[in-house]
């Protein structure tokens, strides 16, 4: 797939075929995002890898049960209705989610990790993957108990929760507003 392809046809899939994202395919994805500038080349991302269903579809469940609990202070009150269908997964039955990590808190690094984000969404466009950021999710992965539930390395951070699975369709494009351009040079 050419680049502008894969950027014009990205889009945030909530639907996922049964199929099972294999190791490898992941492993390449993470290959190409760890190419994405950062700040001084300090490269402060790591990544942890969800693919057990199981595990996937309870921790959405508990997500959803905390969010609900807790949608007003986590600033996501706008979406208790959602958060109240039952039949509602916060991780949309994906077959695995990937957790793009900041090695450390400064603002930088969380920037950086956004740039290894995107990388990893174009690239699994291009290999034919969906990919949604679910960043609802984050409030309640960067919990203490959530946190040492998963592994996670201490002194990392949640920046990017993106699920990641073989589309059963690809949603159509809701269209985008013309770029809003200040054009500086006098």
């Not at 992941?26 to 057990?52: C, H, K, M, T």
């Not at 959530?146 to 990017?160: I, K, W």
């Not at 073989?166 to 809701?174: D, L």
Request: charged share 25%; net charge neutral.
């Amino acid at each position: 797939m050419e680049f502008s392809a894969a950027v014009a046809q990205r889009r945030a899939v909530r639907d996922f075929s049964d199929l099972a994202v294999e190791r490898d395919v992941i492993e390449g994805l993470i290959g190409l995002a760890a190419l994405a500038p950062s700040a001084r080349n300090l490269q402060p991302w790591a990544f942890a890898v969800l693919r057990d269903r199981k595990r996937i579809d309870d921790y959405a469940r508990r997500a959803k049960e905390w969010l609900l609990a807790h949608a007003a202070e986590a600033g996501f009150g706008s979406l208790e209705d959602q958060l109240r269908d039952p039949a509602f997964s916060l991780f949309y039955q994906a077959p695995a989610v990937v957790m793009i990590l900041a090695r450390d808190d400064t603002r930088q690094s969380s920037e950086d990790c956004c740039l290894a984000a995107e990388t990893f969404m174009l690239a699994a466009r291009d290999r034919g993957l969906g990919t949604c950021w679910i960043g609802l999710s984050r409030p309640w992965l960067e919990l203490p108990a959530t946190r040492a539930e998963l592994g996670l390395p201490s002194g990392y951070h949640v920046v990017a929760p993106i699920i990641l699975g073989y589309p059963k369709k690809w949603p159509a494009s809701h269209g985008r507003k013309p770029p809003e351009i200040h054009w500086l040079d006098a």
